[in-house]
């Protein structure tokens, strides 16, 4: 089936707009504009894997809309027709360094990914509604035994975000840079030394299904962690995996109110939650009710879809967000003012989104998108810069 584009998570303060089905960062129009039409993007393999790496730049044009693919020199190629059943795409891949080496290509103004594979190509196919991405957890998928790795990225008029992401999967680690043009220089992504392997020491050691999420080939290389998500939607962890959390959470707000304070801009504009039977009704400070949210289910927490959806609007998305973070950081219990943005807050509670807790606390500067609202309270992975120079993707070792 065709995979679910993670949404490259967006900072509270920036513009945003759909173009072309995307989620677009910073999608202001400036007439000042100085971003160049393309930006150099230097990957460097520090992998020590003596495997062929292989390069994509895929996403969507944002001066027109259509999807496709750039090759090394930042030329955008437009996908042909899809089919039904999905045809193989054309082969946009891009030959990537050599272990201990750098390659140097040009990424033009997309909202995209940049995927990296190791050993094998990886196999896009075009349906009628457009490009077919890999989706791992499903077993027939026939990247299912490749080991790669993406970025998500958005490069307009506005700047550069370009971000490392476990929103889908934990997989080969990398970090991801930008150069500013007052020359200074932004990095995220690196693990602690031992942090990859030690991520899944610590998912099998957990028990509750977590270590259910990891995916082994066939000659014992492990190739990834599937997010909870995927787990719940494939059997690998338990659906009830929140259930207990929610429970406790539902107790405590019928009797006492959650203050959700979503724009850190804003301090003045402030949402109350009582729950009500099976809702949370939220009021405003007038006490009219703005929204409303029935007790989620392990697949709406880990997903921050579903029960928590979070549409483009100053209300109920706002807020969903804010309640995404405190359930899967188990904060909501032990502060009714949220979001609480304070680290050492998170995962303390036994019920907790436990693949997330394993990525953060292994981040050498804690960062990381572990679930796709990860941008509340600034615990993501990500690099900006309005006047970008030149960005680079740096492949770590799996230890």
Not at 133 to 152: C, G, K, T, Y
Not at 173 to 197: C, M, S
Request: proline letters at 7%; aromatic letters at 10%.
């Amino acid at each position: 089936m065709p995979h679910r584009l993670t949404r490259p998570a967006l900072p509270l303060a920036a513009a945003v707009a759909l173009v072309g089905g995307v989620l677009v960062f910073g999608a202001t129009d400036r007439a000042d504009a100085a971003v160049p039409d393309t930006i150099t993007l230097t990957i460097t393999n520090n992998s020590g894997r003596s495997e062929p790496v292989h390069l994509y730049d895929l996403g969507t044009q944002l001066s027109s809309g259509q999807q496709g693919w750039a090759d090394a020199d930042g030329t955008f190629h437009a996908w042909p027709a899809g089919a039904n059943p999905p045809a193989p795409a054309p082969d946009a891949s891009i030959p990537g360094p050599a272990a201990g080496q750098t390659t140097t290509i040009r990424i033009p103004k997309f909202s995209g990914r940049i995927y990296f594979s190791y050993g094998s190509k990886l196999d896009f196919r075009l349906a009628t509604g457009g490009l077919v991405q890999p989706a791992v957890q499903n077993a027939s998928d026939p990247n299912r035994d490749i080991l790669f790795n993406w970025s998500e990225y958005t490069l307009n008029d506005s700047g550069l975000w370009l971000n490392s992401t476990q929103v889908d999967m934990f997989s080969a680690p990398y970090a991801v840079g930008v150069r500013g043009g007052g020359g200074t220089t932004a990095e995220t992504g690196h693990l602690k030394p031992g942090g990859y392997t030690g991520f899944f020491d610590a998912l099998r050691a957990q028990g509750g299904g977590w270590g259910g999420l990891i995916q082994t080939r066939s000659d014992g290389t492990v190739l990834r962690a599937l997010s909870p998500l995927y787990g719940v939607e494939t059997g690998a962890l338990p659906a009830g995996a929140m259930d207990d959390y929610v429970n406790r959470v539902w107790q405590k707000y019928t009797t006492s109110t959650l203050t959700v304070t979503p724009f850190a801009d804003k301090p003045d504009t402030k949402y109350f939650g009582r729950v009500s039977g099976d809702v949370m009704n939220f009021t405003d400070s007038s006490g009219a009710v703005v929204t409303s949210f029935r007790k989620p289910d392990a697949s709406s927490v880990f997903g921050c879809h579903n029960l928590l959806d979070a549409p483009n609007d100053q209300v109920r998305g706002p807020i969903s967000r804010t309640l995404c973070a405190g359930y899967n950081r188990s904060t909501l219990l032990t502060d009714s003012d949220q979001p609480d943005t304070t680290p050492g807050d998170f995962y303390q509670d036994a019920v907790t989104n436990q693949y997330a807790r394993a990525i953060h606390e292994r981040m050498a500067d804690g960062k990381a998108y572990a679930f796709a609202f990860d941008d509340v309270g600034d615990q993501e992975s990500l690099v900006h810069d309005g006047d970008p120079q030149a960005a680079s993707l740096t492949l770590d070792p799996l230890n």
